[in-house]
């Protein structure tokens, strides 16, 4: 059974400290690689897609990277509004299969 | 554009009632996916319609849930009767098709379920 695990469960930064957040999955073919943040009561937004081993994406203060078997989704200088939980979510033969979550804090 | 709207938000319960929920998707996608996501646990997929066909329901928890697209635009799941373990946020998503590359799912913000 494909599995997505993500890491830590848990992360609190200062402002402006830069971190990464790490999902590892389990799929063999990997169709895409997602990610999305959650905020308290709303859905899960689109972030990002990933297709194959070596692609990048950016936006803003965020950058998913992917390998062969990891997506990392780096925070450069975050800022208090990025707080949120962030999922990740593999698609192969099925439909997504999501992590459990990094719940994210970034303190002013 | 309007995203993927759930109605109820909210939805309170007592066991062995009948609850049914709602789903409109995206205009124009044709893809429409359910998820569950229960307390302390990971989302997890229910099923899939392409259009009015149930493309994938392998995760359904059991045949006390049934889920519709009529005409292939909204999406009902009714559960019926409900438990206490049915407890939790019901998530629908849509996309629209693609070929090949795997689809960008949008979600809406849920309806939080709570059996008594």
């Known amino acids: 059974e494909d599995q997505v695990t993500q890491s830590p469960e848990a992360l609190r930064l200062q402002e402006g400290e830069s971190s990464s957040l790490n999902c590892s999955y389990t799929v063999s073919g990997l169709r895409g690689l997602f990610w999305y943040r959650q905020d308290p009561g709303k859905g899960p937004e689109f972030l990002f897609t990933l297709y194959s081993a070596g692609e990048e994406k950016e936006k803003e203060r965020l950058k998913a990277t992917l390998t062969k078997k990891e997506s990392f989704l780096h925070i450069t200088a975050p800022k208090p509004e990025d707080s949120a939980t962030y999922l990740c979510a593999e698609e192969g033969n099925t439909p997504l299969v999501f992590g459990k979550g990094t719940r994210l804090s970034v303190i002013a | 554009e309007a995203g993927v709207t759930q109605f109820p938000s909210h939805s309170v319960i007592e066991k062995g009632q009948t609850v049914t929920l709602r789903c409109d998707p995206i205009s124009g996608h044709d893809n429409l996916y359910w998820y569950r996501r229960v307390m302390g646990k990971e989302i997890k997929f229910l099923l899939h319609f392409v259009k009015e066909s149930k493309q994938d329901e392998s995760g359904m928890p059991n045949n006390r849930f049934l889920a519709e697209r009529t005409g292939g635009t909204y999406s009902t799941l009714k559960v019926q009767p409900a438990e206490l373990e049915d407890s939790g946020v019901y998530f629908c998503?849509?996309?629209?098709?693609?070929?090949?590359?795997?689809?960008?799912?949008?979600f809406g913000p849920g309806t939080r379920l709570t059996v008594l």
């Open positions: 998503a849509s996309s629209s098709w693609t070929s090949g590359t795997a689809d960008t799912q949008y």
